[in-house]
């Protein structure tokens, strides 16, 4: 599986957006990229995927460069429920299995 | 509607002892996955079902490591003879179906913190 990267760790004030980035520079034609997040003490949860275009759902937006080689998770407006460790993930489909790395740690402050 | 459960969310077992690890996926889900997460890590892939077929197991660590998934909805995952460094968070995943064109997100369970002594 390609490889991401990702930072160790930012930090948010609540109510602002949130952009996190991720590195995929080995990225295939074929590769989803895919986020989800693990709050503490649960398992993670599916946040949103893309392949080519910027994309939109109740929680958060993924805008993918257009040459696939970054792509940037935003939380328009940071919760403190938003507080967890994020991970960028890429693999042929959402049924596929999933390569996490050490993912961002997102905190979130008042 | 009801998540993915997993049972016990605790084990604590001593060195050498067998445990066995159940998953409850959604229902109607036909692939079903487990991961091994170690304190301060991303999950790790162990092995895979579709239906009651383990398509990869590619992950399991060693021959020690045991899933199946008869009837193809519950799954177990047993280790045997079991040691310090399986201590870990086991987390059972399923989705709708693996396949291209469709994406199926994967939904994860709260996860067994397994400690080995």
């Known amino acids: 599986d390609a490889k991401t990267t990702q930072p160790n760790s930012m930090e948010s004030n609540e109510e602002e957006p949130v952009h996190l980035p991720c590195n995929h520079s080995?990225?295939?034609?074929?590769?989803?990229i895919h986020w989800y997040r693990q709050l503490p003490s649960q398992g993670p949860e599916y946040v949103i995927h893309?392949?080519?275009s910027n994309v939109n759902n109740r929680m958060a937006s993924l805008a993918i460069a257009e040459d696939r080689k970054s792509s940037t998770l935003i939380l328009h407006r940071a919760t403190l429920r938003d507080a967890a460790v994020y991970y960028c993930?890429?693999?042929?489909?959402?049924?596929?299995?999933?390569?996490f790395g050490t993912g961002t740690q997102l905190k979130v402050e008042l | 509607g009801a998540g993915v459960s997993q049972s016990p969310r605790y084990k604590v077992a001593k060195r050498g002892q067998d445990v066995a690890l159940r998953c409850d996926p959604i229902?109607?889900?036909?692939?079903l996955f487990w991961y091994q997460q170690a304190l301060g890590q991303g999950p790790e892939f162990l092995t895979y079902?579709?239906?009651?077929?383990?398509?990869?197991k590619s992950g399991l660590p060693s021959d020690r490591f045991f899933a199946e998934r008869p009837e193809g909805s519950v799954s177990t995952l047993k280790i045997q003879r079991t040691q310090q460094e399986d201590s870990a968070v086991y987390l059972c995943?399923?989705?709708?179906?693996?396949?291209?064109?469709?994406?199926?997100?994967?939904?994860f369970g709260p996860g067994t913190r397994l400690t080995v002594l």
């Open positions: 993930i890429l693999s042929v489909g959402g049924g596929n299995k999933l390569t």
């Open positions: 229902s109607g889900h036909v692939s």
């Open positions: 079902f579709q239906n009651e077929a383990q398509l990869d």
């Open positions: 893309g392949l080519t």
């Open positions: 080995t990225i295939s034609g074929t590769d989803y």
């Open positions: 995943a399923s989705s709708l179906r693996q396949g291209w064109g469709t994406y199926n997100e994967q939904f």
